[in-house]
C-alpha cells in the first residue's frame, strides 16, 4: 500500500476527490511531507519555504487528492482559516525537535479545533510527528501529551510518528 493509499485509511476518507490541509509551523517540513506524496520522477530536490500556499494534486486508484501546503511562517497562519470550510482532511505536521515552539503549535492547534468551520464537523486529523530521525526529539507520545489530542473526541484522528526522509 502506498503512502496515499495508507493517508487514505488513516484519515478515513470515502470521498472520491478530497480537499486536504496540510498545516503546522514554518520549518515543520510540511513542504518536505507532500513533495513525498509525489512520484518519484516529481520529486524536488531542494524544498524552498512557503510562502501563502502551494496546491499539489495527486492521485491514487481509487482518489484524487487536492493538497495545499500552507504556509506556517506567523504572519501567514491567519490565513488558514480561509480553507478550512472546503477541507475534507487536516494533516498537521509538529517538528519534534522544536521542543519550545511545541506550546506555540498547541495554540495554533486549539484556534484551529474551536474555528466555526471546523468545530462542528467529523472532519478527519492526521497528526505528523516529525523529525523523528533527529537526536533529542520529542516521542510522539509527549507530543500527543503536550498537545492534548487525547482530548479531541469529536473528530478522528491519528498520530504518525515517522519522518520522511531522502
Request: hydrophobic share 45%; glycine share 4%.
Amino acid at each position: 500500500m502506498g503512502l496515499l493509499d495508507k493517508l487514505a485509511v488513516w484519515l478515513r476518507l470515502k470521498r472520491r476527490e478530497v480537499n486536504v490541509l496540510c498545516l503546522g509551523l514554518d520549518n515543520s517540513g510540511k513542504s518536505t511531507i507532500i513533495n513525498r506524496l509525489k512520484p518519484a520522477s516529481a520529486q524536488a530536490d531542494d524544498i524552498l519555504p512557503t510562502i501563502g500556499f502551494s496546491v499539489e494534486k495527486f492521485f491514487t486508484s481509487r482518489l484524487s487528492f487536492m493538497v495545499f501546503d500552507m504556509s506556517g511562517q506567523g504572519r501567514y497562519r491567519n490565513l488558514w482559516e480561509n480553507y478550512y470550510k472546503d477541507a475534507h482532511a487536516i494533516i498537521f505536521v509538529i517538528d519534534c525537535g522544536d521542543k519550545l515552539r511545541i506550546v506555540v503549535a498547541k495554540q495554533e492547534l486549539e484556534t484551529l479545533l474551536i474555528h466555526p468551520d471546523i468545530k462542528d464537523r467529523q472532519i478527519p486529523m492526521l497528526f505528523f510527528a516529525n523529525k523523528m530521525d533527529l537526536s533529542d526529539v520529542l516521542s510522539s507520545t509527549t507530543v500527543s501529551q503536550m498537545l492534548g489530542l487525547d482530548n479531541i473526541k469529536d473528530k478522528p484522528w491519528h498520530i504518525w510518528n515517522q519522518s520522511l526522509t531522502y
